[in-house]
């Protein structure tokens, strides 16, 4: 017979509960989880039975947690932070140069320059196997707080991550954003004011994007109007093309505008906002991870791939040669 415990933490009961506590909407969760949503419902009904009280309750359409769900929520974080806490331990114990390393980075981030410093990592250390994930930024977090990536590769400052305290960053370099446009009356700008980027519609990132966001907030802490979205796509070359193809505007990272210069000088034009839009591309990783041999490594070693020549100038030249 199956103790308290066993069914409490048997299966898979515990990520349903915190899929549901995150979206608060089982049909969402659901989906995400990949289950029916009667499946679903039966898993929180029988954790409810297990703990002897509600856990959700609705008010008309919206869920709310009851004050054991909350309390279920605390305990359930601390369990996976002992879990992480026991796996980094257990990991840090290993080689320098064995093991695997897995990294999630934003899919919204120009990934030449990491895919050309990877391979050359590979080529010191072939027992390394590095695992090289493109998310987005809901789920590079989630993959973070489940110990399932060391490390992940993100545009930071980022206001929707809540609990910073477990974990560190180290910049790679600083974003400038860039207007990018195919105006002829802007063209002699080296500069471009907020208020003069509403002359055309755009094409963006996804509304849960970070530089959607980011842009969002910059016109609306400016008291301009956010500029009107036509079309959406969750990666740079998808954005640049339909901006290139029916002369929208659009906001770019410099980083991937400095893989296409050529088409930059011979078909479209890219300014700096006034003021700059600018944020950090950084490494994210639970401070424990530090510790482990083969990370440290790893985050040195591409200290190192920087210091012979920057990030841009890598991105660059790799693109020169393509």
Known sequence: MKTTQESIFSSKTLTYFLQLAETMNYTQASQILGITQPALTQQIKKLERTVGAPLFYSI?????????????????HEIYAVLNKATDA???????????????????????????????????????????????????????????????????????????????????????????????????KDKIKLKDTLGAKWVTYPENYYIDQTIHETYKNHLIDVPTSVARFSTPNQIFRFAEQTETYTALPMSFLSSQKESITTKVKAVPFE??????????????????????????????????ADYLTRLESISAEK
């Open 60 to 76: 008309g359409k919206k869920l709310r947690m009851t004050d054991a769900g909350l309390t279920m929520l605390n305990a359930t």
């Open 275 to 308: 003021p700059n839009i600018q944020f950090d591309l950084s490494f994210v990783y639970r401070k424990d991870k530090i510790d482990i041999p083969r990370i440290i490594s790893f985050l040195n070693e591409f200290d190192a791939y920087l210091g012979e």
């Open 90 to 188: 257990i990991q840090q114990s290993t080689s320098a140069t064995q093991g695997e390393i897995s990294i999630g980075l934003l899919s919204s981030i120009e990934d030449r320059v990491l895919e050309d410093f990877i391979a050359t990592y590979y080529k010191e250390h072939p027992d390394i196997r590095v695992t090289f994930y493109t998310l987005n930024r809901k789920e590079i977090w989630e993959r973070l707080e489940n110990n399932r990536i060391d490390l992940a590769i993100m545009y930071l400052p980022d206001e929707s991550i809540k609990n910073w305290k477990p974990y560190a960053s180290k910049k790679i370099m600083t974003e400038d954003l860039m207007f990018v446009h195919n105006n002829p009356e802007l063209a002699d």
